[in-house]
């Protein structure tokens, strides 16, 4: 029998308060609201289904409603629900999920998901092994939760880290510095004449080799 949710306080809100989110994405997004509550299945493993909150018509992705208390941060909470987002855009096919948060009593924060490979191909394995322990009827193998994706739009001000210093530094002069090689390694190999074998001075020689192609290196003294 399923789990009975119907005392948990903080189910119950959620659901309460799904559809206005719904109705507030679509005043905010000018765009139309679709699929509410419809059940998806797989393309490929009809044992992977989905049941969609909403749907966005316009940006062709789903619509994840949560309500939470605020006592956490906005990133915390995108990584408890990485896993539904991202199950969702699997079954669906999307390639980028809407999650709509009210944190307290506040106007929802969407955040969009993007889809990860990686993360999804590790979700669909232990899906499939879980799949396989149901029609076997054995119990299943507890594994460590999924890590989940990086989140690439955080930006950091590196300046105060000695070492990103350090590194940036030598970057930057061995950047130039290979720049400028490039650039006088052109004019170099345009002066050497059409007829010369070798060319050489100040340190630099130039060679043509059977083929007509000419190569700078450094001279040996």
């Known amino acids: 029998m399923p789990e009975d949710l119907s005392g948990v306080w903080p189910v119950r809100l959620g659901a309460a308060t799904e559809l206005l989110n719904l109705e507030w994405y679509s005043r905010k997004?000018?765009?139309d609201v679709t699929r509410i509550g419809a059940v998806v299945v797989h393309p490929s493993h009809p044992w992977a289904t989905c049941t969609l909150d909403g749907w966005d018509s316009f940006l062709a992705c789903p619509i994840e409603c949560k309500h939470v208390g605020g006592r956490e941060p906005l990133e915390v909470i995108i990584d408890r629900y990485q896993p539904q987002c991202q199950w969702l855009m699997e079954v669906t096919g999307a390639k980028t999920c809407a999650l709509s948060v009210i944190v307290a009593a506040n106007e929802p924060i969407v955040e969009f998901v993007e889809y990860d490979e990686d993360y999804i191909d590790e979700l669909v394995e232990r899906a499939t092994q879980f799949m396989l322990c149901v029609r076997e009827?054995?119990?299943?193998?507890?594994?460590?939760?999924?890590?989940?994706?990086?989140?690439a739009?955080?930006?950091?001000?590196m300046t105060?880290?000695?070492?990103?210093?350090?590194h940036a530094e030598r970057w930057l002069q061995a950047h130039g510095a290979a720049d400028i090689a490039k650039d006088s390694e052109k004019c170099l190999k345009a002066l050497?004449?059409?007829?010369?074998?070798?060319c050489h001075g100040h340190g630099c020689q130039i060679s043509r080799d059977r083929a007509g192609r000419l190569s700078l290196r450094e001279m040996q003294s």
């Open 153 to 157: 739009s955080v930006i950091y001000d």
């Open 29 to 31: 997004a000018n765009s």
């Open 192 to 198: 050497v004449p059409d007829d010369a074998k070798k």
């Open 137 to 151: 009827r054995r119990p299943p193998v507890a594994l460590a939760p999924v890590e989940p994706p990086a989140d």
């Open 160 to 166: 105060s880290d000695e070492r990103w210093k350090l």
